[in-house]
């Protein structure tokens, strides 16, 4: 049985319009021999009537601080609405459609309300369903406890997730995941005028973009059909383009990496805050102190830089203030730099190609952007800078790693 899972985000779903071209995609999947099983998210984004933040309102409204049962429960009806109407509206095309909950459709997860992670698929009723004809439209965002007692969402992403996952759990041929954009883009487009769709991208690319920003998919539905080797394909529900392939493997049929380019995308975070402490010489222990101190407050750090005078890491900017009273308590004297951004590079062939550096840092330098701090892996440079200048910031690095759509491609 050749198995598509084909996920539909918010603004896919969000008009009459936009869930006429879902059902024509649909289709296609029939006419082209798959048997589909659809993955909706809530319709619309903020604002919008049926949107899951419209829903948190109303709940908070009622009380501010509500048990998380009732959170999880209500944060699992904007994807319940959104089934019911396409699966009515695809059977009012004639087809035989079935809308499903995530525990309905077999989805199980741990009992961690908000960021539940999935434990086991039960794919029973999706096999029954899907081999006699019936197109399952399923909840995405959401699965239940094992007992049965709670509904769960799996947190920001989560329908990537749930499209992932149940890709993997049915062996699918492939992951369609339909958006407002033609694909996964060098740049995000709302940003950068000269991004263009990447045909092909592998997932380790993918992954470190979305890690680092870039909010097209997200990464932990990439590593879920990365592990089973299952193909993803970002494409746009509003167009007929082909969208971006998510693999590793060449369309020649070798086995060959596509991941040898210099740089794939550029990316960003926003509010972010840098927090420098000085250390004396004698504290030779100071980082072991720092950073325990942020755990122990359950402050995430990212960016660290141990240096023999001062460690260097970031916070989310929310966090700032209290990880400077931490550190200023302990008798440190950390300077906290608010409003900062990371910009960050990713490329899956960068590693030992010379130069790579330099022409990131001539980018920043150019527009006169200051760089606080630098990290990089094997296939990605980030930078710290001052938020305000991080659209010049992306655009530069954009031109400099010759991404834009006359550029020529760096590598092949
Ligand atoms: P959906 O509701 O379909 O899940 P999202 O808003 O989550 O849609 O993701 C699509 C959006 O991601 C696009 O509208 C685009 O603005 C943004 N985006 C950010 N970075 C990129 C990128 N590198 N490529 C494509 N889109 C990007
Ligand atoms: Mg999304």
Redesign the pocket.
């Known amino acids: 049985m050749r198995i598509i899972v084909q996920k539909?985000?918010?603004?896919?779903v969000a008009t009459a319009e936009g869930r006429q071209m879902v059902r024509e995609k649909v289709k296609q999947a029939l006419v082209s021999g798959f048997k589909p099983v659809v993955v909706v998210?809530a319709m619309g984004?903020r604002n919008d009537p049926y949107a899951t933040d419209t829903m948190i309102e109303l709940l908070k409204k009622e009380n501010a601080t509500p048990n998380k049962h009732e959170l999880d429960f209500m944060m699992c009806c904007g994807e319940m609405l959104s089934a019911a109407v396409m699966a009515a509206g695809l059977q009012q095309d004639g087809l035989r459609a079935m809308a499903l909950t995530g525990g309905q459709a077999g989805i199980i997860t741990d009992d961690s309300f908000g960021t539940a992670r999935i434990l086991k698929i039960d794919t029973k009723n999706l096999m029954q369903l899907v081999s006699s004809g019936v197109i399952p439209v399923v909840c995405g965002f959401q699965g239940r406890t094992e007992d049965g007692l709670h509904l769960t969402t799996l947190g920001r992403?989560g329908?990537?997730t749930t499209g992932a996952a149940l890709g993997a759990a049915l062996n699918a041929e492939l992951v369609e995941?339909?958006?407002?954009?033609d694909?996964?883009?060098?740049?995000?487009?709302?940003m950068v005028d000269s991004?263009q769709i990447l045909d092909k991208i592998s997932y380790g690319e993918i992954c470190q973009?979305a890690q680092q920003?870039?909010?097209?998919?997200h990464p932990r539905a990439v590593e879920i059909a990365m592990q089973k080797n299952i193909p993803m394909v970002v494409k746009s529900t509003f167009s007929d383009a082909p969208g971006t392939l998510i693999s590793n493997v060449r369309d020649d049929g070798g086995d060959a990496l596509i991941a040898d380019r210099i740089a794939a995308?550029v990316?960003y975070l926003q509010s972010l805050a840098q927090v420098m402490v000085p250390l004396k010489a004698e504290d030779q222990q100071g980082s072991v102190t720092i950073f325990q101190a942020m755990a122990d407050k359950e402050i995430s750090v990212d960016c660290l830089n141990v240096q023999p005078e001062a460690v260097r890491f970031t916070v989310a900017e929310p966090d700032a203030d209290a990880a400077g009273a931490v550190l200023t308590g302990l008798g440190y004297a950390p300077v906290v730099t608010k409003r900062c951004a990371k910009v960050t590079v990713v490329g899956g062939g960068m590693r030992e190609v010379p130069g790579v550096m330099a022409t990131f840092v001539s980018a920043l330098a150019n527009q006169e952007i200051a760089i606080f701090q630098t990290v990089d892996s094997n296939t990605s440079i980030s930078a710290i800078i001052a938020q305000e200048r991080l659209c010049d910031a992306v655009r530069s690095l954009h031109a400099g790693f010759a991404l834009e759509k006359s550029a020529q491609p760096s590598l092949e």
Do not use: Q, W
Request: charge should be neutral.
């Open positions: 539909f985000g918010g603004t896919s998210s984004r992403g329908s990537d995941i339909y958006t407002d954009v694909g996964i883009m060098t740049a995000d487009p709302r991004a973009l920003g870039a909010k097209v998919i995308g990316t």
